[in-house]
């Protein structure tokens, strides 16, 4: 891709994630941060997951915007994915462009993408402060980025990957002779008065209590007194109430890895 960040318009970014996948529109303006649009979301359908692109395409005027992906899904749907923006006729594909970030971690190549996009969105959303970066989804990860030596002056530390809520459920379902799927809602109490209500209690406020501790524990050993809180995933409803509780600052984006994305595009098109 040539040009500038300033010199692009509009890009298409994907995030594939293990359960499902969220498609943005970026939009430049005058500055280097790009407005984002969201433009659809799904579980991965069992046939096609790819399906809805054409017609996501078609309706918001999509051909010939460069393209940026973050993929920690199966090499399967990521290769469904190219083979569809192959017969979009889809140009200036950046699998998984440089996030911009110091990576003070063993084997870095193993670490999701992802938590590297929010760990740089987060980064840019505070102002560049000492950072915990919580994603709630199939997975939850607790991450720390604070500054460092690298192009966006940040660092990512490392930190934790748990289950998410179901993940949780399906587990206490499969381990459990006699216990049972359940479906996990934010704000169960922790006195189950049956068995169903206990299962709900353990997956719900256990995972609280995890997230709760994993915060603490992450920043105190990244050396961080009072971060900001950055939250972000589709189960972030299990654990918002439960981290306000630390009365650090807490800023919510549910499009922080496509931020971040969008920002490693940018600054790879700026030749940063």
Known sequence: MTGSARQLRRAVLFDLGNSSWKVALAEWGTGPQPMLRELGRGPYAEQDPWAPLAGLWAEHGLKGCPIAVSSVASAARATGLRERLSDLDAADIAWHPDPGLELCVRNAHT??????????????RVGARPAIVVDAGTAVTVDAVGPGESPSGAAFLGGAIAPGPDLLARALALGGAQLWAIDPKPGAPALGKETSEALV??????????????????????????????LTGGATGFVAQVLRGLGWELVEDPLLVLRGLALALGESADGV
């Open 111 to 124: 670490v999701g993408l992802d938590r590297l996009y929010a760990a740089r969105a987060a980064w840019q």
């Open 201 to 230: 209690a353990g997956v719900v406020v256990g995972l609280e209590g995890a997230v709760l501790r994993l915060a603490e524990r992450v920043a105190a050993e990244a050396g961080f007194e009072a971060p900001v809180l950055v």
